[in-house]
């Protein structure tokens, strides 16, 4: 798992890292807990997700869903992209990504090269990390229909697991 490390507009992709760095600051990490309503068993606030054009964009709200938020210069996240192309959410998952640190054209372009299904949605950097306790690229969420967190990881397969105990006991 990476440490996180870049801001939304980055100069140059080696620059993005050490950019970052500067909004960890104020985001808990280490032994810190896991800020109310960002843990499991809690409903994560609220983030205004938007499009590539800046149009709302909102995580669905009907069922189980994997929230994986990643960056294009993350290669940790590639690696999790690749895994999430060769075993795609079972039926009954929905899946939606969050891109962070970059711009949406080249993050348009980067999820389409890694195989991300549909486009990534957008958030204000610092209210992600600090509201979801995003702490390392890439975090996965596991959210029910409603909206409450079941899984917070950064493995795919673990995530795939979960979900399909999930669902096959969802009555």
Do not use: K, Y
């Amino acid at each position: 798992m990476l440490q996180l490390s870049t801001p939304r507009r980055s100069p140059s992709p080696a620059a993005a890292p050490a950019a970052l760095l500067g909004l960890l600051a104020s985001v808990p990490v280490g032994c810190a807990p896991v800020p109310e309503g960002a843990g499991v068993g809690q409903r994560p606030p609220t983030i205004e997700l938007t499009d590539e054009n800046g149009s709302p964009a909102p995580l669905p709200d009907d069922g189980l869903t994997a929230v994986v938020v990643w960056a294009s210069w993350c290669r940790p996240c590639q690696a999790t992209a690749l895994a999430l192309a060769a075993a795609p959410p079972p039926p009954g998952l929905a899946l939606a990504h969050v891109a962070v640190g970059g711009a949406p054209p080249v993050d348009l372009g980067v999820a389409a090269a890694w195989g991300l299904p549909g486009a990534p949605r957008f958030a204000p950097t610092p209210a992600l990390l600090q509201g979801w306790a995003v702490e390392a690229l890439p975090t996965i969420l596991l959210l029910d229909g409603r909206g409450v967190v079941r899984m917070r990881g950064d493995d795919w397969p673990a995530t795939r697991r979960v979900a399909a105990e999930l669902l096959a006991h969802d009555d």
